[in-house]
């Protein structure tokens, strides 16, 4: 969470989705709620500002999260929605000296989150030459998804997000299947699969629809995951180390975060190598 995200390399419109903590109110670090669990020390409920939060909205042991238990909070990733209700939303008047607002930004950056998390992945199928038959129905989503994101706090709070991520997700779809049609051969079907622990080491996946699958705790060694669809996929302790990640499609930084790996994995170029994977 606050200062956490290092500078990733993502090309044209994805740069602006990249958490920028500075210039956020520790958003996270106060509106969501965290439990007790094996992801975090302790527990929080939504609106309470976690303890390690410094008047200054850092975090007070950023270097060290995992170390104090922390873990949770370096998988998460805002795609640059915190920054987008501090400066944006609610102008750059914080929650601490402006209390009577706080209720209300905290309530808004779950859904900023979920509306920016949709133009991350809509601004990366733009980026797919394979997906041209689909462009301008997706440059139409995201302008619009991103001119939703631009509205007042009390536009934003009404906004159905549902059915936003219902729309852009057929367009997803869509561009899955012409991105993965690349691939020559069969391609295997694992969408939604329950396949935890999986055994899945040098895996010929590539080109493979992975949506919402389960993988916590995989062992996903030198599998070739090349222009597989990964959107939602669970990687929770899975092992990806050696693994081939390259040309792979809706893979997020946060899914990398709670995966394990090594410095031989090979990662699409807008996401960086995990800090704990070097
Ligand atoms: S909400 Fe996003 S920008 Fe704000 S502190 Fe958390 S990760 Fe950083």
Redesign the pocket.
């Known amino acids: 969470?606050?200062q956490k995200?290092e500078a990733r390399s993502a090309g044209g419109d994805r740069l602006d989705l990249q958490?920028?903590?500075g210039s956020?109110f520790?958003?996270?670090?106060v509106a969501l709620p965290f439990a007790a669990s094996a992801d975090f020390a302790v527990d929080k409920p939504a609106g309470k500002p976690c303890t390690n939060l410094q008047a200054d909205f850092s975090c007070g042991i950023h270097a060290r999260l995992r170390d104090k238990g922390f873990s949770g909070c370096t998988v998460?990733d805002?795609f640059g929605?915190?920054?987008k209700v501090s400066q944006v939303t609610f102008g750059g008047t914080d929650w601490r000296s402006a209390p009577g607002t706080a209720r209300q930004m905290f309530d808004v950056f779950p859904v900023m989150r979920q509306l920016h998390e949709l133009l991350w992945y809509l601004a990366e199928a733009l980026e797919l030459p394979a997906a041209r038959p689909v462009h301008k129905d997706l440059r139409r989503a995201l302008d619009e998804t991103d001119r939703l994101t631009r509205g007042s706090a009390d536009a934003l709070a009404e906004v159905d997000v549902a059915a936003v991520r219902q729309d852009v997700n057929a367009l997803l779809l869509r561009t899955s299947e012409l991105v993965r049609a690349t691939v020559p051969g069969r391609k295997k079907n694992h969408r939604g699969a329950d396949l935890i622990g999986a055994r899945l080491r040098g895996a010929d996946l590539r080109g493979a629809n992975l949506r919402g699958a389960y993988l916590i705790a995989a062992d996903l060694k030198g599998a070739d995951l090349r222009t597989a669809d990964l959107i939602g996929v669970d990687f929770r302790d899975a092992n990806l180390s050696g693994a081939d990640l390259t040309g792979s499609i809706f893979l997020t930084q946060a899914q990398l975060n709670a995966a394990k790996g090594d410095a031989s994995a090979k990662l699409p170029e807008a996401l960086s190598r995990p800090a704990h994977w070097r």
Do not use: N, R, Y
């Open positions: 969470m606050s995200h958490a920028d903590c956020c520790g958003l996270c670090c998460f805002c929605a915190g920054q």
